[in-house]
C-alpha cells in the first residue's frame, strides 16, 4: 500500500526545521506568510517577474500547473523552486542561484490575497521541481524576446527625446 502525498502545505513545512510548528502556525492563521528556508526542501533561482512570466510560457504553454513559481509582489521576483544543491550556473537575464541561508516569504498554496508573496503555480504536495536544464533552456530561449518586447516599448519614447534633442 503505498502512502499518499502530502498536502502542498505539509509539503511546503517539511523546508522548516519544525514541519509541525509551520503546520499549527498555518492552521491557526493560513493568510499568514511564513519564512521558510531555502537548501533542504529546494533551491530557488529568483527572476524579474515580468521575464518569469515569458520563461513559464516556454515551460507550461498553456499554464498547465507545472512545478512551483512563488511571486514576491514587493520585489517583483519570481522563484522557481529547482531541487537543493544543485548549482545553478547561469546569468542569463539576472538570474539568481538562492540556497542555504536564504530565506522565502511562503504563503499557504491555497491563499492568493497576501499582497507580498502569491504563488504563480503552486505546489502540489508531491515534490514536483523545476528541472535545471529545462528551467536554463527556457530562460535562454524567453530572455531575448522578453529583451525585444522592452526595446519594442521604449522605442517610441526613444523617439520622441530624440525628437525634443533636436528641437533645443
Known sequence: MTTPAPTPAAWLAQAATDPQAVLQRRE???TQVVALPAGTAWDLVATRL?????????????????????VDACAQLAYFLIPP??????????????GPGN?????????????????????????????????????????PLYVQEIEAEIAP???????LDSTW
Open 85 to 98: 544543491g544543485r548549482r545553478w550556473t547561469s546569468e542569463i537575464g539576472g538570474a539568481r542561484h538562492l
Open 103 to 143: 530565506w522565502l516569504p511562503v504563503p499557504h498554496p491555497d491563499e492568493q490575497s497576501s499582497p507580498y508573496a502569491r504563488w504563480l503555480i503552486p505546489p502540489d504536495g508531491t515534490g514536483t521541481l523545476h528541472q535545471i536544464n529545462r528551467l536554463r533552456t527556457a530562460l535562454a530561449y524567453a530572455f
Open 157 to 163: 519614447t526613444q523617439r520622441l527625446i530624440a525628437a
Open 28 to 30: 491557526s492563521s493560513p
Open 50 to 70: 515580468d521575464l518569469a512570466e515569458r520563461v513559464l510560457d516556454v515551460l507550461n504553454p498553456p499554464r498547465r500547473p507545472g512545478a512551483p513559481v512563488l
